[in-house]
């Protein structure tokens, strides 16, 4: 595989599968790959072999060897035991610290990383303009995601975060969402205001507010930057009404720029739910009266290969054999 990318020529677009085995890959890994090595690399898709989830220190080598490396699709990477089973906050700090060789990254795409994992990983990006990421591993301890972002706030455009649901369909006509345990670890995300720059928002509802917390006028309103331009709240279980109308009301004041708001739900067997459907009835005349586009959509994202890099749901496209091509080739 290494050799494959070395003597290619000018390879732009690489997308490789990395099995938990780190050992197979110490190239990757110990950086004996010249740096600067993949000089044309700028767009680099990991996904994993076999189901196993990889380490992203197993490709260490590989981002050293990329110097104009821009965008990452990490999927399926390993939620533990990546630099550290005990991450340090300041670990940066640290003599013999060393950052991950990606400095020049714009574009961050990634799935399953705890988020100090996701920190240490944001410390080696000096500008970061697009982040994504997708948690559906529940935490082991308290954490507050928006001290991971914070390091994000003067560069970051575009930002997607979601913790996506499990859907268990045995418990009645509608699916119950399992959220109890990220409710008890994962503290809501407050305020995104600092975020001088940041455009585009996509945020699942579960991170603004629990089941427990009651819909307030300013819950958008001082959540959102002033740059705001694009607003979408993912999987919407709950009633939004209070929260959607003071935000249609302020945001000729206070959020000039923005022009565009989707609400978007998980299909119901036998349709959407009355208290969700009622948002619509209420909220789109705000939005539209201002001229501002309102629009609601279904759920569909989440963090399969096939959905998070470009081109893999290209038809007929096989990014890996079948298993039972693999046991007839033995």
């Not at 680099?44 to 821009?70: D, I």
Request: glycine content about 4%; proline content about 8%.
């Amino acid at each position: 595989m290494c050799l494959a990318m070395v003597l290619s020529t000018n390879p732009r677009d690489v997308l490789i599968a990395v099995d938990n085995n780190y050992v197979a890959f110490p190239a990757f890994e110990k950086e004996v790959l010249p740096r600067g090595r993949l000089p044309s690399l700028t767009k680099l898709g990991m996904m994993s072999c076999r189901g196993n989830p990889y380490r992203l220190a197993a490709v260490r080598g590989l981002l050293a060897s990329a110097p104009k490396l821009e965008t990452i699709f990490a999927c399926d990477s390993c939620h533990v035991n990546v630099w550290d089973s005990h991450p340090q906050p300041h670990r940066r700090h640290n003599i013999g610290y060393r950052p991950i060789p990606c400095a020049r990254l714009k574009k961050l795409v990634i799935f399953d990383l705890y988020p100090p994992h996701l920190e240490e990983f944001l410390w080696s990006i000096d500008a970061l303009e697009e982040l994504e990421y997708y948690w559906k591993v529940f935490p082991l301890f308290s954490t507050k995601l928006i001290g991971v972002l914070l390091q994000t706030k003067d560069t970051l455009k575009r930002l997607c975060v979601s913790f996506l649901p499990f859907h268990e369909s045995r418990l009645g006509p509608e699916p119950h969402f399992w959220y109890d345990i990220v409710d008890a670890k994962m503290d809501r995300i407050e305020s995104l205001a600092m975020f001088s720059k940041l455009e585009d928002i996509t945020i699942d509802s579960r991170s603004l507010r629990r089941e427990s917390d009651e819909d307030t006028d300013d819950l958008l309103v001082s959540f959102l930057p002033k740059s705001i331009r694009h607003l979408r709240i993912s999987y919407v279980v709950d009633d939004m009404t209070k929260s959607l109308s003071k935000l249609a009301d302020a945001a000729p004041d206070r959020f000039p720029e923005l022009t565009s708001v989707t609400v978007g739900v998980t299909k119901w067997p036998d349709g959407i739910s009355d208290h969700v459907a009622d948002i619509r009835d209420e909220v789109e005349p705000l939005f539209v009266n201002h001229g501002i586009s309102f629009s609601w959509k279904e759920d569909t994202f989440g963090p399969v290969v096939y959905t998070l890099i470009p081109g893999a749901t290209k038809p007929g496209l096989r990014l890996l054999p079948w298993k039972e091509e693999e046991d007839s080739a033995m």
